[in-house]
Each structure stands twice: as C-alpha cells, then as structure tokens.
C-alpha cells in the first residue's frame, strides 16, 4: 500500500465506515420494500384493484409484458462488419457523470 493511500485511510477511515454503514441499511431497506411491494401487489390483484390513490400512497399496478430488442452483442460478434457498418450510420453517444463505486464487503 503506498503511503499516499495509507495517509487517505488513516485519515477518512470513519468517512468510510460511515458510508460502508449507510450502503448497508439503504440494502436492507431496498430489500424490506421489495417484499412489501410484492406483498401490497398480491392483495391488489387479490381484490381486483388496477391503481389506488389516498393520502398515503397513489399506486398504479400495470401486468408483465415483453418487449423485443436487438442484441447488439450477438450481432457483433456473429457480423461485425454489418455491426462496424450499422454503428457507422446510426451512432448514439452517450454522456456519463463521474461516478463512485463502492461496494461494502
């Protein structure tokens, strides 16, 4: 570990604890709603209720459906040159933020 690394950790190790603390809960929570979700779903198809609005909650419930994509990546393997010639015509750029990752062990 180079001392640049080590000076960071020494001095921002319960800055790190913290977030790796926070990064846990928000899991949790996510999990906890998930299965609320589910939960409040099954009783609403359970009822036969489509969407609710009160004072507490406006909830739409909508069924599965499936969709139809291109699969880029089989394409540009199995045809790369029709893949090279297609992104060539129809570019799509994307900008991306900087970002943190984090992941809590």
Known sequence: M???VQA???KHMMLMANVAQHIQQEK???EKTKALKEELG???DKFGI???DNDLLKITRTTGSTSKSLDTTKLKNEEPKLFAELLEDYPK???RSASLTIKVK
């Open 93 to 95: 750029i994307t900008q």
């Open 2 to 4: 180079t001392n640049e």
């Open 28 to 30: 949790e929570i996510k």
């Open 42 to 44: 099954a009783a609403m």
């Open 8 to 10: 960071f950790e020494n």
């Open 50 to 52: 489509k969407s609710i």
